[in-house]
């Protein structure tokens, strides 16, 4: 397979995804400090000063975490959104114009030799994407962080060779467990995360079978 991907860290503690073409290294969010990143990507056999760039969803903690430190401290260029960038305060560790690439939802751009596309997501977080990343004619694409599932979306994922998604929660366990009211609202929003029911019923109505990995 010409990309090789890895998911460091999933869940509310912090989110990283490793990605590697022939040609470049790539992060998709860090929601762990440097240290843990390249602890896990020396775990993976992987050189935590060769990344060349984090390509990060939005500006929640645990995606995002790490990316000051990370931009501030090794020669890679973060790529977000306008709205990620203010609400992230971007300008404030930029070291110079090229360390911050800011990105529209929809626009596609280039990193060596990964094309990569971000799309708009519904999450409720200022300007929220996720991303497909193509390379040597494989196609994969990341889903977290989305309330719901729209048309827009669900096209984006079509043509994947692998597919990463989260499923988040049991509709039922979630509205009988512990949480506050205020977070079980949140969870189950359409601006929140996908329950496993929604992952299910895109497996089944709206999935193109083509991902070998998902």
Request: glycine share 10%; no cysteine.
């Amino acid at each position: 397979m010409a990309i090789m991907v890895s998911v460091l860290a999933s869940g509310s503690r912090g989110n990283a995804t490793f990605v590697r073409t022939e040609r470049v290294r790539l992060l998709i969010d860090a929601g762990l400090s440097r240290k843990e990143i390249a602890k896990r990507l020396e775990a993976i056999g992987e050189d935590p000063d060769g990344i060349d760039a984090v390509l990060v969803t939005h500006e929640h903690n645990d995606h995002a975490s790490g990316v000051r430190t990370l931009v501030k401290e090794l020669p890679l260029t973060a790529y977000l959104t306008w709205g990620t960038g203010r609400a992230l305060q971007a300008s404030e560790f930029e070291l110079n114009g090229s360390r911050i690439t800011t990105i529209i939802p929809g626009v596609a751009f280039t990193i060596g030799d990964a094309d990569i596309v971000p799309f708009r997501v519904p999450h409720d977080a200022a300007e929220p994407v996720a991303f497909s990343i193509t390379s040597g004619g494989v196609k994969i694409t990341q889903l977290t962080d989305v309330g719901y599932m729209p048309d827009h979306v669900a096209a984006r994922l079509s043509g994947s060779h692998m597919l990463i998604l989260e499923s988040n929660h049991d509709l039922e366990m979630l509205r009988v467990g512990p949480y506050p009211w205020n977070l079980k609202q949140r969870l189950m929003g359409r601006h929140g995360h996908l329950s496993n029911y929604a992952v299910g019923r895109f497996i089944r109505e709206q999935y193109d079978g083509m991902a070998e990995h998902v």
